[in-house]
Structure formats: structure tokens, C-alpha cells
């Protein structure tokens, strides 16, 4: 397993970009041996995927959120990361990094940040 | 409305045995492994169960996985205090809608 850690702004304005980081040790986000995703539970709610990178490059994005989803990597400082605009207040929630083996199945995330809560507000 | 459904909760009496189901369709459970999750009250979710019914290293055998065509069940046996949480269980969805589905979550009160 890894170790995740998230990061970023507490309090994003609608309209605006919520940007948020995942700083990976104990293993390469440049590797193919993890998927490595973001999952967000809105207060009191279930969990919700919202996407992953793969390889450095192959993303894959919930349908719903697909518009406003970007996940990118940053191999040099060991890091993913979460784009998502234009930000609503509908997106407030507890964001996860989780990462996930790559293996014969999927939605197996062994490895999860402890989360952070996103509030879109003005 | 999640595309998995679960029931919103569930109880049982100390070292009793509960089970929590998950329904799907044939585009999700129906072709695809479940995975479970506990999440006990201000943490992050765990992995209980891949694979259907495979345990993670350091997961007790108090914990199991089934599935039965679009139907995927976790049993728990031994009930201790410290199991009450809220349980997802998750699949992939292969429909045009392709992506991870989580179902909406089950409370478990230990009674």
C-alpha cells in the first residue's frame, strides 16, 4: 500500500476552479502498477467516484462530472491532481485521493488520504 | 439516486451475524467484481472485500463477500461494537455510462 495525503483550499467561490492535490509516498504515480483516483462524499452523504489517471496520462472521468473533470499528474513532485469548474455549490463535499492496484478488477481502492472538505461558497 | 441499492440501515445484537445486501443490473454487478467498505464515523472509507469475496491482508474472517447474479451480499459474523460504520459497496459499470458506481451506503447499529 501507499500513502496519500490531500491538499488545497478549504473555501472555493462558485464559478471559480476547486483545485485540490495528492501527494503519493511509498510508491510511483509515473508506474502502471496503481490507478490513482478521486472519490468525494458530500457532508452526510454516500461516496461518489469522480475519476482516475493512469500511466502518467490515461484518464478516465465519472459521466457525470465529465464536463467540468480534469486529473492530472505531477511525476516530479509525486503528485495527482483535481481540476473541477466551473465549482457549484453542489460540490461541496469530503474529497478522497485513493489509490487503486492494477489488477482484474476495479473500484478496489486499498489506499486513502485521510480526505478534506471542500465548501463552494461566496 | 445511487446506481447500486443498498439498504439504509441495519442492526443487530453483539456477536449476532448481519448481512447487507447490494443490487445491481447485469451492466454493473451482473459482469463486474463488487468491493465493500467500511467507514466508521469520521475516517476514511477501508476495503473490506474485492473481488467479490476476497480479504485484504489484516481483514478478519468475521467478514465475507458473496454474489449471486446482479446481487452482491456482506456478512459479517461476531458483531463487536467497533463494527458500527456505514458500508458501500462498489462496482464498475460498463454501460454507455461507464465508470465507478458506488451504492448509497447502509448504517449499522450495533445494538
Known amino acids: 500500500q501507499v500513502q496519500l495525503q490531500e491538499s488545497g483550499p478549504g473555501l472555493v467561490k462558485p464559478s471559480e476552479t476547486l483545485s485540490l492535490t495528492c501527494t503519493v509516498s511509498?510508491?510511483?504515480?509515473?508506474?502502471?502498477?496503481?490507478?490513482w483516483n478521486w472519490i468525494r462524499q458530500p457532508p452526510g452523504k454516500g461516496l461518489e467516484w469522480i475519476g482516475y489517471i493512469y500511466n502518467s496520462g490515461s484518464t478516465k472521468y465519472n459521466p457525470s462530472l465529465k464536463s467540468r473533470v480534469t486529473i492530472s499528474v505531477d511525476t516530479s513532485k509525486s503528485q495527482f491532481s483535481l481540476n473541477l469548474s466551473p465549482a457549484t455549490a453542489a460540490d461541496t463535499a469530503v474529497y478522497y485521493c485513493a489509490g487503486e492496484p492494477d489488477s482484474n478488477s476495479w473500484m478496489d481502492f486499498d489506499s486513502w488520504g485521510q480526505g478534506t472538505l471542500v465548501t463552494v461558497s461566496s | 439516486q445511487s446506481v447500486l441499492t443498498q439498504p439504509p440501515s441495519v442492526s443487530a445484537a453483539p456477536g449476532q451475524k448481519v448481512t447487507i445486501s447490494c443490487s445491481g443490473s447485469s451492466s454493473n454487478i451482473g459482469n463486474n467484481y463488487v468491493s465493500w467498505y467500511q467507514q466508521l464515523p469520521g475516517a476514511a472509507p477501508k476495503l473490506l472485500i474485492y473481488e467479490d469475496n476476497k480479504r485484504p491482508s489484516g481483514i478478519p474472517d468475521r467478514f465475507s463477500g458473496s454474489k449471486s447474479g446482479t446481487s452482491a451480499t456482506l456478512g459479517i459474523t461476531g458483531l463487536q461494537t467497533g463494527d458500527e460504520a456505514d458500508y458501500y459497496c462498489?462496482?464498475?459499470?460498463?454501460?454507455?455510462?461507464?465508470?465507478?458506481?458506488f451504492g448509497g451506503g447502509t448504517k449499522l447499529t450495533v445494538l
Open positions: 462498489g462496482t464498475w459499470e460498463s454501460s454507455l455510462s461507464a465508470g465507478g458506481v
Open positions: 511509498g510508491g510511483s504515480v509515473s508506474g502502471s502498477s496503481y490507478y
